[in-house]
């Protein structure tokens, strides 16, 4: 029994087939990585608004628990805060507005600081969300490019396996391996050269 091996990734590089689909892979490639860094700047837009609202709401809360003694209030104030946001946000308009006109103007700000900020960070945590589905839609093991890369390499492999069948019948060869998955070999069992010589690949003269 006749073996032998060629370097599949050899032939499918200088093939002027395979060069043509890299270039359009290359292009569609570039559209899908512009759409992943602006999602990426949108998420820094995010993180950066997120941090300086809570720098905002800190500085508030501190002012407001500084005039403690001026508020009329039992509670510790940044409890106030926190518990005050939760009402408002959950009561009807009608009486959010009665209820916002009995507060003092520096807890009705903080309050107002409290939910810009909250609704920041959901805002964010959408974005990162989203973002990673994108990613994994887009290069992961079944995502788009992988399988616009096969749709548009499988005629180029077909026609490269039917030309290795064809020259390892001419030549006599029982069975062929690919020389990535073999530890040593044999350059007297390469049949690399002969495979691209019927694929019509210009190859390199030896020096």
């Known amino acids: 029994m006749k073996l032998g091996f060629v370097n599949d990734?050899?032939?499918?590089?200088?093939?002027?087939?395979r060069q043509s689909v890299q270039k359009i892979l290359d292009k569609e490639s570039a559209i899908w990585d512009q759409r992943f860094s602006d999602r990426r700047k949108i998420i820094k837009v995010y993180l950066d608004s997120v941090g300086t609202?809570?720098?905002?709401?800190?500085?508030?809360?501190?002012?407001?628990?500084?005039?403690?003694?001026?508020v009329s209030e039992t509670a510790p104030l940044a409890e106030t805060v926190d518990s005050a946001g939760a009402k408002a946000d959950s009561a009807a308009p009608a009486k959010d507005s009665k209820a916002a006109g009995k507060l003092p103007p520096e807890?009705?700000?903080?309050?107002k600081l409290h939910r810009e900020y909250e609704r920041l960070e959901r805002a964010l945590e959408k974005e990162k969300k989203e973002f990673v589905t994108y990613y994994h839609k887009t290069y992961g093991k079944d995502g788009i490019l992988n399988r616009r890369n096969a749709e548009l390499s499988q005629s180029i492999l077909e026609k490269v396996d039917r030309s290795i069948a064809e020259t390892s019948q001419t030549l006599g060869v029982s069975m062929v391996f690919d020389s990535s998955v073999l530890l040593y070999l044999d350059q007297n069992f390469n049949f690399t050269d002969q495979v691209m010589q019927a694929l019509n690949i210009e190859q390199e003269r030896a020096r």
């Open 9 to 17: 990734a050899t032939i499918l590089a200088k093939l002027p087939e």
């Open 53 to 70: 609202a809570e720098a905002a709401l800190k500085a508030a809360r501190t002012k407001l628990e500084s005039d403690s003694a001026k």
């Open 107 to 111: 807890l009705d700000d903080t309050l």
